[in-house]
């Protein structure tokens, strides 16, 4: 029914295109750890390395790296990292989020300075840290390793960076589909009237 030129807009439009719009808002609102996975350089290096991380809340879950067959939990290290002094690539930061930084802004082609990742196999220990040849001011994620503190001469390789894994948000697309099958109804009981 048209009234003074528009058309009616029945409570079902409105609940279809109020879901819709909802769908579509809510993905970074529901956000949960997003996957990442680590990329490692050097000889022998590690076959796999992946973690999730939750901005909004600072935290690890899940981290894990396979090296030399061995898989090594990381996770709980990640959470309360080893920070001596005051590492200018942690800004700062502490538990997680250093962590986190230590994988971002720590990385790059200096064994030196950057973050680096170091493994052994007896005793069995891995950490990823920026401390190669520092005495002071640096972070450390590590197991089995006393203090982080690395004592052989070589590192594994850098730490070349980390890579978002991407997701679909399942939340959003359940709401998107709600809100297409409201309207794709509501249109065939409009043609249907006509």
Known sequence: MKMHGY???????????????LAISTGPVLAEPVPYTI??????APTSGSFDYDSSTFTFT?????????????????NDPIIVGTDPCLGGATGGLASFKLLTSCTGSDINTNTIWFGHLSPTEFQITD??????????????????????????????????????????????????????VQKRKAQALH
């Open 131 to 184: 401390e190669f040849n520092a005495v002071t001011n640096w972070g450390c994620i590590e197991t089995n390793t006393p203090g982080c503190i690395t004592p052989y001469t070589v590192p594994g390789g850098l730490i070349l960076g980390i890579s978002q894994v991407p997701e679909p948000a399942y939340g959003s697309l359940v709401l998107v589909g709600i809100g297409l099958l409201l309207l794709i």
């Open 39 to 44: 990329d490692f350089g050097g000889t022998n």
């Open 7 to 21: 058309s009616r807009v029945s409570s079902r439009h409105v609940l279809s295109a109020t879901l819709f719009l």
């Open 62 to 78: 899940d981290f894990s790296v396979t090296w030399d067959s061995t898989v090594f939990n990381l996770t709980s290290s990640a």
